[in-house]
């Protein structure tokens, strides 16, 4: 069996696993993991609590933020995070992803220069199949792409060469995409014990998910200033956070009367719409958490996750013969590798838009009976 390098993660009697905090990390409320027989599981469960504490730290340390070395990778991309290249050209979705992966880089990498001898093909290598392995193949394959434009951002800080970047030699081929999906009556299932479990906000992220098609970062970015239309009408039009394309989120009768009822509980009248049983904003971890919650009671070793309602709906679509214009408006994407073509001459419209909500329900009922 291999090994692995997890921060705090320590082998017992060379069988058993344990995430070890220390003290300073006991006092903020972390405790002694026991992570089971060595191995990938108990790798997994060590990294996820060490991620735990990355965001804890992070989080905590927002006001006072770490001063790397000068010249480290640390340093560098603190640099670039104060240019217009990072804050106004990169899309919140795409900063997002940086700093996901730069959580990961950082305590291992953060405080060398790029051209430091521990980073080498070696450690890289080591680096990526310890993240496939303890979280996903990926997470490791986005890790990875994200170095990759990290060093060329310190290339043009002059901290390195561009073309001398290690982890060049690093396979790092993108894992397989997602095809999971999930069906009109198991979204009914989890919504109903969201809302019977309290997890009020989770239930609206469902059926809004389901409906919209939207990914869980734009339903983030709901707020109630945002409906427009009246009554059975009320619609969501967006700027997509990943792409900055426009997009129409169109919600059903059945959600729109579960949002009515929600907004009674938590009126949100300042702020995101979707919030967990504390009542705070659900970010980009509580939302993917809580939901987890709730699928393992309706669907016990269930992996799917929220983002794979958008698929589903477009399988719906697709079934029901839905133009790929009509799909492309509801999904806001493209059409063609023609972007700028189809911005131009199939802009996102809300008669597009319900056109294929009308697609997915007569798409709907042929799966259903194709499957009985």
């Not at 070890?20 to 060595?38: N, T």
């Not at 996820?48 to 001063?67: F, I, T």
């Not at 199949?129 to 060093?151: F, G, N």
Request: charged content about 30%; hydrophobic content about 35%.
């Amino acid at each position: 069996m291999g090994s692995v390098k997890i921060p705090y993660y320590i082998v017992v009697k060379g069988k058993y696993g344990y995430w070890a905090p220390s003290k300073q990390m006991k006092e903020a409320g972390f405790k002694l993991i026991r992570c089971g027989v060595d191995g990938p599981q108990a790798w997994k469960t060590a990294a996820e609590w060490n991620e735990r504490w990355q965001r804890h730290r992070v989080g905590r340390e927002q006001d006072a933020p770490l001063k790397w070395p000068k010249g480290s990778i640390g340093d560098g991309f603190e640099r670039y995070k104060k240019t217009s290249q990072w804050t106004e050209a990169k899309k919140p979705r795409t900063r997002e992803e940086w700093e996901r992966s730069w959580s990961r880089i950082s305590p291992i990498f953060g405080d060398l220069p790029p051209t430091s001898p521990e980073i080498n093909f070696e450690a890289l290598s080591q680096f990526r199949d310890t993240i496939k392995q303890t979280v996903s193949p990926r997470e490791a394959w986005r890790v990875i792409k994200t170095w990759r434009a990290l060093w060329n951002v310190c290339a043009a800080m002059q901290l390195c060469e561009g073309k001398q970047d290690p982890s060049l030699a690093v396979r790092n081929s993108a894992p397989m995409p997602r095809s999971s999906s999930w069906s009109e009556g198991e979204v009914v299932r989890l919504v109903k014990m969201a809302w019977r479990r309290k997890y009020y906000g989770l239930a609206i992220s469902i059926a809004f998910a389901w409906d919209t098609q939207l990914s869980p970062a734009d339903l983030r970015g709901l707020t109630v200033a945002g409906i427009k239309g009246e009554g059975k009408e009320r619609y969501f039009p967006i700027e997509r956070a990943k792409s900055g394309r426009a997009a129409i989120g169109t919600v059903g009768r059945r959600s729109l009367a579960l949002l009515d009822a929600y907004l009674k509980k938590e009126p949100c009248e300042v702020g995101a719409i979707l919030r967990n049983r504390s009542g705070a904003v659900y970010s980009r971890y509580t939302l993917p958490d809580d939901f987890g919650v709730v699928r393992e009671i309706c669907f016990p070793g269930d992996k799917r996750t929220l983002a794979d309602m958008r698929r589903s709906g477009a399988i719906e679509a697709n079934a029901g013969g839905a133009s790929p214009s009509n799909t492309a408006a509801k999904m806001a994407n493209s059409i063609s590798s023609a972007n700028a073509i189809h911005k131009t001459y199939q802009p996102v419209d809300l008669e597009s838009v319900r056109q294929a909500d009308e697609a997915r329900i007569i798409g709907r009922r042929r799966i259903r009976d194709r499957n009985k």
